[in-house]
């Protein structure tokens, strides 16, 4: 990763104006919030989650069950509607979150007494009951769960499940650990400065950048790029409050101004290929306070 950048021009930097200044505002009184919750609450909390649904598959390993569980204590997705939520697939945009936890591996004995991995996946209750009156909703979940375990365990699971009709769950559902208190989330780029406000409208189009605080000293982000099926050739440089980005088919160009002191040589990024999404893990040289 080339962590070379130049200082904004002055121009550039009263060009931001009010609006940097709101954002820095949001991300000063984020990492605020996110220091008390610290230090007045411990990191995560004990839920039990509660029996749904339960699918088979298999992996390489052998047979598979998911017990789709769910917690009131699971923060719900964003309150969107089918039709918008469809729309919002079909034009492959990677906005939508199911919030989850994902369980350990726990062995367990089948109906036929022969050995099978299970994994426990809790969602929100709210979400739950809505879904059990939406075959879509439960597809899509299904399709999310998957893949969570895959990423999470390494796993290459088989596309084609089963829902098991009189069983709904398999095994013992233990009990999840989840964070405390939810991230503050800061706000998507759509309305902040950035030098491509500047571009003419032809061109390379400006990606969808979303940012949080992870923790006082660490800002992640999400960058979709739908068109891409991987990141050779990408490119990505890093300085103390700059992000700027940009691909070999010039089918995308991101330079996004971020007022925070961002540790440039620590920084880290991977390209996640089924969400086709440039994640980046930037540690900050300073903590507001």
Same mark, same amino acid.
């Given at each position: 990763?080339?962590?070379?950048?130049?200082?904004?021009?002055?121009?550039?930097?009263?060009?931001?104006?009010?609006?940097?200044?709101?954002?820095?505002?949001?991300?000063?009184?984020?990492?605020?919030?996110?220091?008390?919750?610290?230090?007045?609450?411990?990191?995560?909390?004990?839920?039990?989650?509660?029996?749904?649904?339960? $699918?088979?598959?298999?992996?390489?390993?052998?047979?598979?069950? $998911?017990?789709?569980?769910?917690?009131?204590?699971? *923060?719900?997705?964003?309150?969107?509607?089918?039709?918008?939520?469809?729309?919002?697939?079909?034009?492959?945009?990677?906005?939508?979150? $199911?919030?989850?936890?994902?369980?350990?591996?726990?062995?367990?004995?089948?109906?036929? !007494?022969?050995?099978?991995?299970?994994?426990?996946?809790?969602?929100?209750?709210?979400?739950?009951?809505?879904?059990?009156?939406?075959?879509?909703?439960?597809?899509?979940?299904?399709?999310?769960?998957?893949?969570?375990?895959?990423?999470?365990?390494?796993?290459?699971?088989?596309?084609?499940?089963?829902?098991?009709?009189?069983?709904?769950?398999? !095994?013992?559902?233990?009990?999840?650990?989840?964070?405390?208190?939810?991230?503050?989330?800061?706000?998507?780029?759509?309305?902040?400065?950035?030098?491509?406000?500047?571009? *003419?409208?032809?061109?390379?189009?400006?990606?969808?950048?979303?940012?949080?605080?992870?923790?006082?000293?660490?800002?992640?982000?999400?960058?979709?790029?739908?068109?891409?099926?991987?990141?050779?050739?990408?490119?990505?440089?890093?300085?103390?409050?700059?992000?700027?980005? !940009?691909?070999?088919?010039?089918?995308?160009?991101?330079?996004?101004?971020?007022?925070?002191?961002?540790?440039?040589?620590?920084?880290?990024?991977?390209?996640?290929?089924?969400?086709?999404?440039?994640?980046?893990?930037?540690?900050?040289?300073?903590?507001?306070?």
């Amino acid at each position: 990763m080339d962590s070379k950048l130049l200082v904004p021009e002055l121009n550039e930097a009263e060009a931001m104006g009010a609006e940097t200044a709101r954002f820095e505002e949001l991300l000063l009184q984020a990492s605020k919030e996110l220091q008390q919750a610290q230090t007045s609450r411990p990191e995560s909390t004990q839920i039990q989650p509660q029996p749904g649904f339960c $699918i088979k598959t298999k992996s390489s390993q052998g047979k598979v069950f $998911i017990n789709i569980c769910h917690s009131p204590s699971i *923060p719900p997705p964003a309150d969107v509607t089918e039709d918008e939520l469809l729309q919002m697939l079909e034009e492959d945009q990677a906005g939508f979150r $199911i919030p989850m936890s994902l369980g350990e591996p726990h062995a367990e004995l089948d109906a036929k !007494g022969q050995g099978c991995t299970a994994y426990d996946i809790a969602v929100n209750s709210d979400f739950y009951r809505r879904m059990q009156n939406s075959e879509f909703l439960r597809e899509l979940l299904i399709t999310i769960a998957r893949e969570g375990l895959e990423d999470k365990y390494s796993l290459q699971l088989d596309p084609e499940w089963r829902l098991l009709k009189n069983r709904a769950f398999l !095994g013992s559902i233990s009990q999840q650990n989840i964070r405390s208190q939810q991230r503050p989330r800061i706000q998507e780029l759509g309305n902040l400065y950035t030098a491509d406000s500047l571009r *003419p409208k032809e061109g390379p189009e400006r990606p969808h950048l979303n940012l949080w605080l992870e923790a006082p000293d660490l800002l992640l982000a999400e960058i979709d790029l739908p068109k891409l099926d991987g990141a050779v050739g990408l490119s990505l440089e890093i300085g103390e409050n700059r992000l700027v980005m !940009g691909d070999p088919q010039q089918l995308y160009h991101l330079d996004a101004y971020i007022p925070l002191r961002i540790s440039s040589d620590e920084s880290k990024a991977a390209f996640h290929r089924k969400r086709r999404q440039l994640m980046v893990a930037m540690p900050l040289l300073s903590v507001p306070s």
